[in-house]
């Protein structure tokens, strides 16, 4: 009876041997996320199969570089290039947390990933493109001499194929652990993509949130269809580090996709849902002004090209083409 006029707390811990803690699943944390922006308990699952969009708020979170592959490219159509590129450490830097190599090593074993930069081949409502998507996970998504090798290799391989690009962009800027060898990958980067523009095939960039520093200093911004989710924050220095070097207050939305799009620095935004319909769009419009190029494949048949007839063009007496 003693046990019963007992005060005790409201919540009592279990016990090894109590039936119920083998309910509990060790992971019940992973299975949760918070939503940043309205403070949302959102189960796991749910929000992967909503396209990491918040059910509640519709806020977007980020996406991995493999997500980013799923959600667009038709299945099984993903082919992975120059998976085997590792980071060196050319300046054999070191700091007190521990080397780049330990870093390094501890990033991949996080991520899964090797580099900041998956690249490949895959086709989007059967039409073939070259990717490169980068994963902000891995270091920031920071363009170190690997990122931009990799994407050097993306317009080489395209130039072989004549495929168009798709960059799928998230970056913090450039990976300074290497120095003078990761700021020459904004000229290396830009260099290999300018010959796509020499043999016409267009580059299509989606700028996701963040996209800053050195890659949208680069690349990123000159491409020849530039697109962004709503949201994403874009720019090359952060608005803290302007506000203090301008002494000026900056604008309410500076460097926003909105504000990008409004003041004719972007091309569009495109809602997460909508990405593969629209950017699909695009290189259906590419293909038919380009007949006879592989634009147009499947999965099944990856060696299969569609030649569109392009009618002749026609000059009237008043000087008008006529297609």
């Known amino acids: ?110 991520s899964g990933e090797r580099e900041s930069l998956v690249t490949g081949r895959m086709t989007i409502s059967g039409y073939g493109v070259a990717v490169a998507v980068a994963d902000f996970s891995f270091l920031g998504a920071s363009m170190g001499s690997v990122f931009g090798e990799k994407l050097a290799r993306v317009a080489e391989h395209a130039l072989e194929e004549r495929l168009p690009v798709l960059t799928v962009n998230a970056s913090g800027g450039a990976r300074m652990h290497e120095g003078l060898f990761s700021l020459m990958q904004m000229a ?55 506000e203090q070097i301008t002494k000026q207050k900056l604008p309410d939305g500076f460097q926003t996709a909105e504000f990008l799009l409004e003041h004719g620095m972007i091309d569009g935004i495109v809602p997460r849902p909508e990405l593969t319909t629209e950017i699909s769009r695009t290189l259906a419009h590419y293909s038919r002004l380009r007949p006879g190029d592989p634009l147009l494949m499947t999965a099944d048949e990856p060696g299969r090209t569609v030649d569109i007839p392009v009618p002749a063009a026609e000059v009237t007496a008043n000087g008008e083409v006529r297609q």
């Not at 300046?91 to 780049?100: A, C, I, N, V």
């Not at 000159?222 to 803290?240: H, K, Q, S, T, Y």
């Open 188 to 242: 290396k980067t830009i260099a290999g993509l300018r010959l796509l523009g020499d043999a016409r095939l267009p580059h299509i960039s989606l700028l996701t949130d963040p996209c800053y520093g050195g890659v949208s200093a680069s690349y990123a911004m000159v491409a020849d269809v530039i697109v962004a989710e709503p949201g994403a924050l874009v720019g090359f220095a952060g608005p803290r580090v302007i």
């Open 1 to 110: 009876m003693r046990s019963f006029f007992h005060r005790s707390g409201k919540f009592q811990p279990l016990q090894p041997d109590d039936e119920r803690a083998e309910a509990v699943p060790d992971n019940l944390c992973d299975l949760w996320v918070k939503c940043p922006k309205c403070n949302e308990l959102i189960y796991q699952p749910e929000l992967e199969h909503n396209l990491r969009m918040c059910p509640k708020c519709g806020s977007l979170h980020r996406m991995s570089a493999r997500q980013r592959i799923e959600m667009l490219a038709d299945p099984d159509s993903f082919q992975e290039w120059d998976a085997q590129i590792r980071t060196a450490n050319p300046l054999g830097f070191s700091e007190r947390s521990g080397s780049y190599d330990s870093k390094i090593a501890k990033t991949v074993a996080r």
